[in-house]
């Protein structure tokens, strides 16, 4: 199945130019172009769809117990750790392609980084602070592939009494 180890992400421009992000994404024109991925991505693409296709199995094991459903010797004890396993593996695909995660909890507010999705109002932060992620936003290189979803705090003035 998947195994949870840490392998160094390869660093964009090996190819000698300098100028390559390695994720098959031009900076200049802002246009992603299709490019080979290297020896590590496709390891780990590979082992990506063999996760998939245990959990699809471990999954039609448990809806359907008299099927007889033979599990690969390494499949996950369970279908939360096979999930743990994947989450991990993707985050080091992630990585192999240049991907970074933007940082969103305590940083204030950046409609280039952030998609607010709810508000709250929290008298220990600051008015405009990101209190909550919801869901992780990613930068390649200074382009944002997805915006940060997140609650962001928001100081509501007080009613006054009627």
Do not use: W, Y
Not at 88 to 109: C, E, T, W
Request: with cysteine.
């Amino acid at each position: 199945f998947l195994r949870a180890r840490s392998e160094p992400a390869p660093r964009g421009g090996e190819s000698g130019s300098g100028h390559d992000s390695g994720g098959g994404h031009d900076s200049q024109s802002g246009i992603g172009t299709p490019t080979r991925p290297n020896a590590i991505q496709v390891r780990a693409l590979m082992e990506f769809d063999h996760a998939v296709r245990t959990l699809q199995l471990m999954a039609d094991a448990e809806i359907r117990p008299d099927a007889r459903i033979v599990l690969p010797k390494d499949a996950p004890r369970s279908i939360g750790e096979g999930i743990d396993l994947l989450h991990i593996r993707v985050h080091n695909l992630q990585r192999s392609f240049g991907m970074k995660p933007i940082k969103a909890i305590g940083r204030p507010f950046d409609p280039k980084l952030h998609e607010v999705r709810k508000t709250c109002s929290r008298l220990d932060l600051p008015d405009g602070q990101v209190a909550e992620e919801l869901a992780p936003g990613f930068l390649l290189g200074t382009d944002v592939v997805r915006r940060a979803v997140v609650t962001v705090n928001r100081h509501r003035p007080s009613a006054s009494p009627a």
